[in-house]
């Protein structure tokens, strides 16, 4: 009898987070998209519909205490996602060196991208109107598939070559920083609001 293991295991990690004042979090990634004046301008320079502070502010946490209450809980899931993933990190913890606010207006989205020289990556759900983006994951393997047939429409969701997520508010979806991912297009009527980041050893 014939037996097949399964290797090589991408994990993603989906929580929802304990604590945070969504109103006022969300009041704080309006007001400070308000006055990053600089942040507007990439955004519009870019192309990205709505706005984000990926380019132009690295210190949320120290510039609104709602954002820095969330990095004191993020910091607690990633340690246990990096747990779950069996990271030896050598007595040390994983940092979060980046965090940044993400609106995304009626229309707009995120082409596929990867998160180079971090280790984990993630974002926490502010406001997802109905209607607003899903995340779609792409299988890390795929550039290498070149002759291989398409999985039928039925398989499982850990065979799919993309898997979409629809994150809820509130809730915290992580993974490892080389999967490829991106958002698709905000069909909601309003801005989807996040507050993505980075962690690295």
Same mark, same amino acid.
């Given at each position: 009898m014939a037996e097949i293991a399964?290797?090589?295991?991408?994990?993603?990690?989906? +929580? /929802? $987070?304990?604590? !945070?004042?969504? *109103? /006022?979090?969300?009041?704080?990634? @309006?007001?400070? +998209?308000?006055d990053d004046e600089a942040g507007r301008r990439w955004s519009e320079e870019k192309g990205y519909r709505g706005y984000t502070s990926y380019a132009s502010l690295d210190d949320l946490p120290r510039r609104d205490p709602d954002i820095a209450a969330l990095k004191g809980l993020l910091d607690k899931h990633a340690a246990g996602f990096a747990r779950e993933l069996n990271l030896d990190l050598g007595g040390r913890r994983l940092k979060l060196d980046s965090i940044w606010i993400n609106v995304l207006a009626p229309g707009g989205a995120h082409t596929g991208h990867i998160h180079p020289h971090s280790v984990l990556s993630g974002t926490y759900y502010v406001d997802t109107p109905p209607g607003a983006s899903a995340l779609k994951f792409e299988d890390p393997r795929l550039p #290498? #598939? #070149? /002759?291989? !047939?398409?999985? @039928?429409?039925?398989? !499982?969701?850990?065979?799919?070559?993309? $898997?979409?997520?629809? !994150?809820?508010?509130?809730? &915290?979806? #992580?993974?490892?920083?080389?999967?490829?991912?991106? &958002?698709?297009?905000?069909?909601? *009527?309003?801005? @989807?609001?996040?507050i993505s980041f980075n962690y690295g050893w």
């Open positions: 399964t290797l090589f295991v991408t994990k993603l990690y989906r +929580a /929802a $987070v304990e604590g !945070p004042d969504n *109103r /006022a979090l969300l009041a704080a990634c @309006r007001a400070i +998209a308000a #290498m #598939m #070149m /002759a291989a !047939p398409p999985r @039928r429409e039925d398989a !499982p969701e850990s065979e799919r070559s993309f $898997v979409y997520v629809r !994150p809820k508010a509130g809730e &915290v979806v #992580m993974w490892e920083s080389f999967i490829r991912h991106e &958002v698709t297009p905000n069909s909601a *009527r309003k801005a @989807r609001v996040s």
